[in-house]
């Protein structure tokens, strides 16, 4: 796993799994871990990341990660979000919930990202081709560790933000420290990933993550959801040990 996602890219792992997911589902099958987004189970998750692999990170049939999963949980548990007609904004939608959100009826949903296939809207972050206040849920995971000018994307994500709408905006985090690095002289995709931890991030966020969003406007508040579940639950589906989820309110 850890040789293809340095060697393919990501629009072609993309479009490859939408092939082989039910293939791999049925292999897997099983009652060890279960993948709380769809409720299907599994013998054994499998390893992920790109410097270093992290064991029992991806489920096989659905390709969630840890990430997707805890914030599934937070979004059935502790919100109404999944629930409320909502315009809602999807920036680099991930496969796990992309055919689960196009399904909802009561949302008004849209999907952007220059390279995805499943983004019907091809757009640059930084530059989005949406109206004033048009959102009132935009969901942008894992995206910004990837932008240069991640300022002026935050900028865009609150413009395009109505009034009271909500933001979700998961980065990689490191809650040791304090101030953000990011260091633009490193192209080396090899160097980026020693240093960044994949080839194509451009940062390592610090605690000072939340100070920046609201720079441009943003109340924030992180979010320890990962403190009200047990320990069963998070060994059952496979959950990160510490992640906050970070939200963003206009």
Known sequence: MKGLLNLLPRPWL??????FRPLIKWYFKGSRFTDPIDGSSYRKFLAYGYK???????????????????????????T?????????????????F????????HWDYTTTDLHSPLADVKADICDLPFKDAT?????????????????????????????????????????ERSVTFEDNSITDKAKRTEIFGQYDHVRI????????????GFKTEGVDFLKELSTEEIVKFALP??????????
């Open 14 to 19: 993309i479009s490859l799994s939408i092939w």
């Open 52 to 78: 270093v692999s992290r064991p029992n990170a991806l489920c096989p049939g659905t390709l969630s990660l840890e990430r997707h999963r805890l914030l599934w949980l937070y979004l059935r548990r502790k």
């Open 80 to 96: 109404t979000l999944l629930q409320n007609k909502l315009k809602v904004l999807h920036i680099a939608p991930e496969q796990v």
């Open 98 to 105: 992309y055919s689960r959100f196009k399904s909802f009826n």
């Open 135 to 175: 959102f009132d849920l935009i969901l942008c995971n894992h995206v910004l560790e990837h932008i240069p000018d991640d300022l002026k994307a935050m900028e865009e994500l609150y413009r395009v933000l109505k009034k009271g709408g909500t933001l979700i905006a998961q980065v990689p985090l490191e809650a």
């Open 205 to 216: 966020y610090g605690k000072d993550y939340y100070q920046r969003l609201e720079s441009v």
């Open 241 to 250: 040990i510490e992640e906050q989820i970070p939200v963003g309110r206009k």
